[in-house]
């Protein structure tokens, strides 16, 4: 079955620095790529999200990028603010299997002053 | 449109009590989901339902029990909770298809003394 291993696990960034977080899928039948974004005591709301056709998307100072040979995408976010400070998943679903979206274990991101 | 919906928000179990967490979304989602999130575990699956009537287990089934007897209604149930069933737990819904968007209920803080 699909593994999403997500990279770091905690992350500090100066505000107004960038800040990247990378993930890694094993189904090459993956094709979506949500992320989510969870603040202090709330449910996970989707920020972003690319299809296995689009190398890169970008929404304001959130992009994503996806490389499906290297099974890699990543989430960059610049010019980085306080608001910005929560964590972070990832997460791939399958084609061949869209009952279930898999999900990395999370970045906490610490945007400091 | 409400969402996703949870009821209770917070509880506190004595250990052996028994409780139901209640999740209705009013979005017509075929698929339903039951997550815990533990310090550093990410999100975990419990158990999930691809339509009425019909559950899956996910990767952390065992001691809770669920429940789909409406499609808008997903009941998760704890027999004789445990201390180690102390938890955040987020329910979801997402409708068929791989492209779909996951939408989170705001969570139930549990604790089990």
């Known amino acids: 079955g699909e593994n999403v291993e997500q990279h770091p696990s905690t992350l500090s960034v100066q505000e107004g620095d960038s800040a990247v977080i990378k993930c890694t899928y094993s189904?090459?039948?993956?094709?979506?790529f949500p992320w989510y974004k969870q603040e202090l005591g709330k449910g996970p709301q989707l920020i972003i999200d690319i299809r296995s056709n689009v190398g890169e998307k970008k929404d304001q100072r959130i992009a994503v990028t996806l490389n499906k040979t290297a099974k890699h995408f990543s989430l960059h976010i610049t010019e980085t603010q306080p608001e910005d400070s929560a964590v972070y998943f990832c997460?791939?679903?399958?084609?061949?299997?869209?009952?279930?979206?898999?999900f990395g274990k999370g970045t906490r991101l610490h945007i400091l002053p | 449109n409400a969402g996703v919906t949870q009821t209770p928000k917070f509880r506190v179990l004595k250990t052996g009590q028994s409780m139901t967490l209640l999740c209705a979304q009013d979005?017509?989602?075929?698929?339903m989901y039951w997550y815990r999130q533990d310090p550093g575990m990410g999100l975990r699956l419990i158990h999930y339902?691809?339509?009425?009537?019909?559950?899956a287990k996910g990767e952390v089934p065992d001691g809770y029990n669920v429940s789909r007897l409406k499609k808008q209604n997903f009941l998760l149930g704890l027999e004789s909770a445990a201390p180690s069933q102390t938890s955040v737990y987020f329910c979801a819904s997402r409708a068929r298809g791989s492209y779909n968007e996951q939408f989170f209920g705001p969570g139930t803080r549990l604790t089990v003394l």
């Open positions: 339902s691809v339509g009425e009537g019909t559950t």
């Open positions: 189904d090459s039948a993956s094709n979506y």
């Open positions: 997460a791939a679903t399958s084609m061949n299997r869209d009952d279930k979206i898999i």
């Open positions: 979005m017509n989602h075929e698929y």
